[in-house]
């Protein structure tokens, strides 16, 4: 009796003493991560804060100037006069424009840390901070379409999400503020010069450029932003693309019913397909070819079919969640694909 006791306390003694040892190291390896520059989670602050605000600012003096005491922005953001509107237009794009700038960072960074958490080499509460970020940014891009469409209630308000990826593929995010401005020149018009003229080639040429590249000699009007359609973005600088007016291809697409989804970027293309929540790596078969892919679960097929463009086997990579199999295709060429998979003939 006495023995067994004896073990028991031994045994207990142990265990605390691996706990005590293993927290210690813990934290010593958070200490010297923060040390080396690394948080524990990621960033919030990826929402352009300072555009926001400017927008609002403005919109509040518009208010106060043309329907004070009004709660019903529809009503009178649609009534503005044209000046007026084309200003608050314009603030709307800069916020716009800053978002999508903070979308692609975040995209990229959520491929990135997706395939670090994946391996165990991020924490879960890292990751989530991820989610939380992309989902703050989801929130704002909805309040940016929410007062497009009080600005232009008969136009399609995803039309300046569009618009503002455009202008950030081709320049990045800068786009002149006002006090940049002459005094004397009217800000809707000088920010339509930097912006490519409808119909225009992507690249060079006579169409725009960023704020003190040459630009075109006439001037545009902010509805061109609200009516581009969601699915015919230009392409980024160097990538062509079909001739001027002709659709471009979209950056993503699949659906639930298909069994998958997928989206796109100068890198790679992004397959996201459903598989059940039991589903174990030793159950899932990906074959990547360079113009091919088949996925595989249990010996069922969920996903095959022929490219619509060549990827890198050997850059390609896949992981696995619960409820999802991630797919990523290394392209072998910059330019969009006009789908996952190639039309039957």
Request: with cysteine; proline share 8%; hydrophobic share 35%.
């Amino acid at each position: 009796m006495v023995l067994a006791v004896f073990v028991i306390i031994a045994v207990v003694t142990v265990a605390v003493g691996l706990s005590t040892l293993i927290s210690y190291w813990l934290n010593r390896g958070e200490s010297e991560l923060e040390k080396l520059g690394v948080s524990r989670t990621y960033p919030r602050s990826t929402l352009p804060g300072a555009k926001i605000d400017a927008y609002f600012e403005l919109k509040e003096r518009l208010r106060e100037q043309y329907a004070k005491g009004s709660d019903q922005d529809r009503a009178w953001m649609s009534q503005l006069p044209m000046q007026a509107k084309d200003m608050l237009k314009y603030r709307l794009m800069q916020r716009a424009i800053g978002d999508m700038a903070a979308l692609r960072k975040i995209d990229a960074d959520a491929r990135g840390y997706w395939r670090l958490f994946s391996k165990g080499m991020i924490t879960r509460t890292f990751w989530n901070s991820v989610m939380e970020a992309e989902q703050d940014l989801t929130q704002e891009l909805e309040s940016v379409k929410l007062e497009a469409s009080c600005v232009e209630p008969s136009q399609d308000p995803q039309g300046i999400i569009s618009e503002a990826m455009q202008f950030v593929m081709r320049y990045g995010d800068k786009l002149a503020s006002t006090a940049e401005m002459d005094p004397s020149t009217d800000a809707i018009t000088e920010m339509m010069r930097h912006l490519p003229p409808p119909g225009a080639a992507a690249g060079g040429g006579a169409g725009g450029g960023p704020p003190g590249a040459p630009g075109p000699q006439h001037g545009g009007h902010p509805q061109q932003m609200m009516q581009q359609h969601p699915n015919h973005p230009r392409p980024p600088p160097g990538m062509g693309g079909p001739h001027p007016g002709a659709p471009m291809p979209p950056q993503k697409g699949g659906s639930e019913e298909d069994g998958y989804l997928w989206k796109q970027d100068a890198d790679e293309l992004e397959v996201s397909v459903i598989v059940p929540d039991t589903a174990t790596k030793a159950q899932v078969k990906v074959t990547f070819g360079a113009k091919k892919l088949r996925v595989e679960h249990a010996g069922t097929v969920l996903v095959e079919g022929q490219l619509a463009a060549a990827c890198v086997p050997e850059g390609s990579t896949w992981t696995l969640s619960k409820g999802r199999l991630v797919v990523s295709l290394e392209k072998a060429d910059p330019r969009p694909w006009p789908g996952l998979f190639a039309a039957k003939g």
